[in-house]
């Protein structure tokens, strides 16, 4: 089983429209969790953090449930420049290495 | 540009051939860090140093793979004895250690290996 699971996609959906991206890790012994996007062909690029208190950063809603091992990405009012892909990311309690575990990614394609 | 750069961006190689990468990270960081990711897959890492120190290697790095960070600063990764199954973009990243979730990744190295 992979520590992190998302569902690949492709969601398509039209300019404006609220997308959620859902991700489940195995371990419980993960400490922190974060969304990282990756445009086509370029690098992942750290969106944002993943707190149990839910954090907000203009559009974009990240939300943690412990008990669930799950990790949420809402996008509200998509863009065309929003498309890419999600990427999941936890980081292990044990050592501190930094060493970041990445599902495979949900690709999101907005559409005009 | 004081962003992560890696050369060569691609390159392509036959089976049994050797290859070397290199990185050159943010000059302030002192953490590096190589992933690979293949088609479809999120980025797997594969080992991370901490200044010159190799602290830590995942098992997805055979025998074949070692890494050098000589001085804390550029690091290189070589492949001995390619295989077609290490066909892969190659990533590196670097970050400083008070802020390791937030690895700024260099545009990485695509490797062919036919």
């Known amino acids: 089983r992979k520590e992190v699971e998302q569902d690949p996609g492709p969601f398509n959906v039209p300019e404006g429209a609220t997308v959620a991206f859902n991700c489940t890790y195995s371990n419980s012994a993960s400490q922190s969790f974060f969304w990282y996007r990756q445009d086509c062909r370029k690098e992942p690029k750290l969106l944002m953090s993943v707190y149990s208190s839910g954090n907000e950063d203009g559009r974009f809603t990240a939300q943690l449930n412990r008990a669930s091992q799950y990790i949420s990405l809402l996008i509200r009012d998509s863009k065309l420049s929003d498309s890419a892909t999600y990427l999941c990311?936890?980081?292990?309690?044990?050592?501190?290495?930094?060493?970041?575990?990445f599902g495979q990614g949900t690709t999101l394609q907005v559409k005009p | 540009d004081t962003g992560v750069s890696q050369n060569p961006r691609h390159k392509i190689t036959k089976r049994g051939q050797n290859v070397t990468f290199r990185c050159d990270p943010i000059s302030e960081h002192n953490r590096l860090y190589w992933y690979r990711q293949t088609l479809g897959q999120g980025p797997e890492f594969l080992t991370y140093?901490?200044?010159?120190?190799?602290?830590?290697k995942s098992r997805l790095l055979s025998d074949r793979f070692s890494a050098e960070r000589p001085k804390g600063s550029f690091s290189t990764l070589e492949i001995q004895r390619t295989e077609q199954g290490d066909s892969a973009m190659y990533l590196c990243a670097s970050s400083s250690v008070g802020t390791t979730y937030e690895q700024y990744f260099g545009p990485g190295t695509r490797l062919t290996v036919t």
């Open positions: 140093f901490q200044n010159e120190a190799q602290l830590e």
């Open positions: 990311v936890v980081i292990l309690r044990s050592g501190n290495t930094g060493k970041l575990i």
